[in-house]
């Protein structure tokens, strides 16, 4: 059975994730705070982490940043703002998923069982061993992206989802293909969870971010 760590300062949030994650099967733990998550993480294992932004303390960005140096676990962050800086600095520290409050349960119950059967696999459907143009080698063995000869910094879902498109290069794909995809989102997926990757990925390529283009009025596509 998997067990969710559920931190937040706001007891009725934590009851009600808690309502809805037994319903769902999982086993549950609760913390007021990052100090006390971090505790938690120290001395027991979890297979998602859902956490809020917001806390006494600690919040739960500097929260995640420990949590994930103590335990690789994926983290889904709950926060009531909507800005796209909050969203890119919680990808950023390796936060899985991002689901702005008022939340409806049930959708933050089929994110969990995302997160964590993606953890859990750690399989890619890609279905290449590597890319290699010479500045820029996707290494899906490894898992890792090498760049003008340095380890880039991309996060683990960055390199899901260049390894993805490489894997389907000179190809227009669709936000909700890549949602399905690589994400493995349906009804729920949110497209603006495309593009805030697509600008990081990008970002982080560094003078390789030409391979990554916008098709117009559909998605993207990775130019070899």
């Not at 007891?11 to 006390?36: F, P, Q, S, W």
Request: hydrophobic content about 40%; overall charge negative; some cysteine.
């Amino acid at each position: 059975m998997a067990k969710i760590l559920i931190v937040d300062d706001e007891k009725n949030i934590r009851d009600v994730i808690r309502e809805y994650a037994l319903l769902n099967g999982y086993e549950t733990d609760e913390a007021e705070d990052g100090i006390e998550a971090i505790d938690k993480i120290t001395s027991q294992h979890y297979d998602c982490v859902v956490l809020d932004i917001m806390m006494p303390r600690l919040d739960g960005f500097s929260a995640c940043k420990q949590i994930k140096k103590i335990q690789n676990v994926p983290v889904i962050m709950l926060s009531a703002r909507q800005e796209e800086y909050d969203k890119l600095f919680g990808f950023e520290l390796g936060v899985d998923d991002y689901v702005v409050k008022p939340f409806s349960p049930k959708e933050l119950m089929a994110r969990i069982r995302v997160v964590i059967d993606r953890s859990s696999s750690r399989t890619n459907t890609a279905g290449i061993q590597s890319y290699d143009d010479g500045g820029l080698v996707i290494d899906e063995a490894g898992r890792q992206v090498i760049i003008d000869g340095e380890k880039g910094n991309l996060t683990p879902k960055e390199i899901d989802l260049l390894i993805y498109m490489a894997a389907h290069k000179n190809t227009a794909l669709s936000r909700s293909r890549l949602l399905e995809e690589v994400w493995n989102y349906d009804y729920f997926g949110d497209d603006r969870t495309v593009d805030t990757h697509i600008k990081m990925l990008r970002h982080n390529l560094g003078s390789h971010r030409d391979h990554i283009v916008t098709v117009r009025g559909m998605g993207y596509k990775f130019e070899a």
